[in-house]
């Protein structure tokens, strides 16, 4: 069974540039959630989406954004780049029910210069 | 909202060695408790989990205890590998959410 797979893995874009990543969930899985992990703050949440919804969010600006599609694949968009966006940003998809286990992607390095 | 906290922050320990890492979390509410790995350059693991109605579980060289009543959590690894060596997080979870703790750096000296 395949695992999470995110795309890409790596990418360097320019301040003020926006920048879509995306995220393939395990086969069967319903929910989908995103976070920024950077060395000083650890693994913040953004959004989860579950069947097309977004059902939980975190506290990140709008310039984040995300969208889940019918076959539960994601995407999350990050516009007007700012050089502090720099991180590991990282897709962990569920069955999507209470008490379900995460499983994390390998992730994509964004560098923002 | 949930808090979670992780201790130590980083852990250096002799191959061989057990380590130890606690979590303490605030919302009685919270009943699944997973543990991640993470080697450099990869994404976290899930490693062991617990759910509130137990209070310890293991595989192989590694064990979780949970305490409901004191609200902490622990992950214990014996016998430590140099390969053991890695970023390690605690969550908890109610419902549909997850809280992290801030990561242990373990380093296995060999």
């Known amino acids: 069974k395949a695992g999470v797979t995110q795309t890409p893995r790596y990418l360097i874009k320019t301040r003020g540039q926006q920048v879509t990543l995306s995220c393939s969930p395990i086969?069967?899985?319903?929910?989908v959630s995103w976070y920024q992990q950077t060395p000083g703050q650890g693994l913040q949440f953004l959004f989860e989406y579950f069947s097309e919804t977004q059902r939980n969010k975190g506290n990140f600006p709008g310039r984040f954004s995300g969208r889940q599609f019918s076959n539960s694949r994601s995407e999350m968009n990050v516009s007007t780049l700012e050089l502090g966006d720099s991180a590991l940003y990282l897709c962990?998809?569920?069955?999507?029910?209470?008490?379900?286990?995460?499983?994390f992607g390998e992730g994509s390095w964004l560098t923002v210069v | 909202g949930e808090n979670v906290e992780q201790h130590p922050s980083t852990l250096s320990v002799q191959e061989g060695d057990s380590a130890v890492i606690k979590c303490t979390y605030s919302?009685?509410?919270?009943?699944?408790f997973p543990w991640y790995k993470q080697e450099l350059g990869k994404g976290p693991q899930l490693i062991i989990d617990i759910r509130s109605n137990v209070g310890e579980k293991k595989d192989q060289r590694i064990a979780v205890t949970l305490n409901k009543t004191a609200k902490h959590f622990s992950l214990h690894i014996t016998e430590t590998q140099p390969e053991d060596s890695a970023v390690y997080f605690c969550?908890?979870?109610?419902?549909?959410?997850?809280?992290f703790g801030s990561g242990t750096k373990l380093n296995v000296k060999p």
């Open positions: 969550a908890a979870s109610w419902g549909n959410k997850f809280y």
């Open positions: 086969s069967g899985h319903r929910s």
């Open positions: 962990a998809s569920s069955l999507g029910a209470a008490g379900n286990t995460i499983y």
């Open positions: 919302d009685s509410a919270s009943n699944y």
